[in-house]
């Protein structure tokens, strides 16, 4: 097949198909390397009526590019490069992820069957968290990478939410689909009823077949409970994970989980490890880039560059401006301080020649009162000594003093 699309995706096999799209390998041959990548071909033709195939082609292009924003944030997807309408189709251009799907490694251990029930929950909460619900999860869809052995779920895109199921099941596209992978579906699907206990369910059956080998029409019923009793066809049982499995593939919605944090809190898994991102241990998908992208984000650089410098430049003189307007204030206000601390200075000299001068005149006080003592004593002296006369000298001899004149 050497069918080119857009000039650009060269079409080298067909590798899926269902009766409402095709998904080819292809290379772009506008990448140096010519990089691979996976078309998916959206009939339109299945709807006959103008009106309805509008509406239909409207529903599948805001799917894909709901999808295109999605993978863009999560390396555990495939991640839509670009889309386009040609002729009665829709095609969708996506990442073409090299590896074995769990189809082809079956059996696994309990332990590896854990973690990639684990990855899968985490890649379902980035999904349900933008309304996706990927209702086609099987041991095809699980792809474990070649480079690092992580796992990716693809066919996300499967467009089984557009029309319901139940239109698949009566229309010639149910005779295209494998009969056993069908058994993995949630059961609820086939009235068209998608929830996201639905994905749940599927991924539970999913890790029963690649622990077992068996298909989910083998495995052994209880002739006493009519429940399924896969765990007898594993060696190591893990009854915590047993407990898990058995109620995320329940048969009634009810009784399964209802939101993936469910899982997380019966795994045990901390709140900080569940994105597919951040703890899956893989780096960001890198983007395909072109020309034409390239010149565009080079002019934009220098336009970007350009109007920084401009604005730093202004920015520079308008804080040299402000830098000299301070300094000037910064000068005045030291000449007012220095002016303040002299003025300071003449108060403290005139302060201390007051106090100088308190001090002589406390001097020159003192000096009186060690004098005015002085002349206290001499006067205390003296009338003693009158006192004394008095004594000593007659009454009669005293009045007569006292009579002269």
């Known amino acids: 097949m050497a069918e080119l699309l857009i000039n650009r995706y060269k079409i080298l096999e067909t590798i899926d198909r269902n009766g409402l799209w095709e998904a080819f390998l292809a290379k772009d041959i506008k990448i140096p390397a010519h990089k691979p990548v996976i078309v998916k071909r959206i009939r339109l033709e299945n709807h006959t009526d103008p009106k309805s195939q509008q509406i239909f082609k409207r529903l599948v292009l805001k799917e894909i590019e709901n999808l295109k924003k999605v993978s863009s944030n999560c390396s555990a997807i495939p991640e839509i490069y670009d889309y386009f309408c040609e002729e009665k189709y829709i095609y969708s251009v996506q990442e073409y992820i090299q590896g074995q799907s769990l189809m082809d490694i079956v059996p696994i251990e309990i332990n590896q069957g854990r973690e990639i029930f684990e990855q899968i929950s985490r890649i379902l909460k980035h999904l349900h968290n933008h309304n996706i619900i990927h209702q086609n999860i099987n041991p095809k869809n699980i792809i474990l ?163 920084i410098g401009y604005i730093v430049y202004n920015a520079l003189s308008t804080q040299l401006k402000e830098s000299e307007a301070i300094k000037m204030l910064l000068e005045q206000e030291r000449q007012k301080r220095k002016e303040v601390e002299d003025q300071l200075n003449q108060v403290g000299t005139e302060l201390n020649q007051t106090r100088e001068a308190l001090k002589n005149e406390k001097i020159k006080y003192d000096n009186l009162k060690k004098q005015f003592s002085q002349q206290e004593e001499k006067l205390k002296q003296s009338e003693n000594k009158i006192l004394d006369l008095l004594k000593q000298t007659p009454q009669q001899e005293q009045l007569k003093q006292l009579d002269q004149p």
């Open 145 to 307: 990478r070649h480079e690092t052995n992580q796992v990716s779920l693809i066919n996300a895109d499967s467009f089984h939410n557009i029309g319901g199921y139940s239109n698949i099941k009566d229309q010639s596209m149910q005779r295209s689909l494998n009969e056993q992978l069908i058994q993995f579906i949630a059961p609820e699907l086939a009235n068209g009823n998608a929830v996201f206990a639905s994905d749940f369910c599927s991924l539970a059956k999913t890790i029963i077949f690649a622990l077992t080998h068996k298909f989910p029409d083998e495995w052994p019923i209880s002739f006493l409970t009519g429940e399924v009793e896969w765990e007898s066809l594993v060696k190591n049982q893990d009854d915590e994970f047993t407990k898990i499995l058995n109620k995320a593939q329940s048969e009634e919605i009810k009784k399964r989980y209802q939101f993936v944090e469910e899982i997380f809190i019966d795994l045990k898994i901390p709140k900080k490890s569940e994105s597919p991102d951040k703890n899956d241990g893989e780096s960001q998908k890198p983007k395909p880039l072109n020309p034409i992208f390239i010149q565009l984000i080079s002019i934009l650089f220098l336009v970007i560059v350009g109007g």
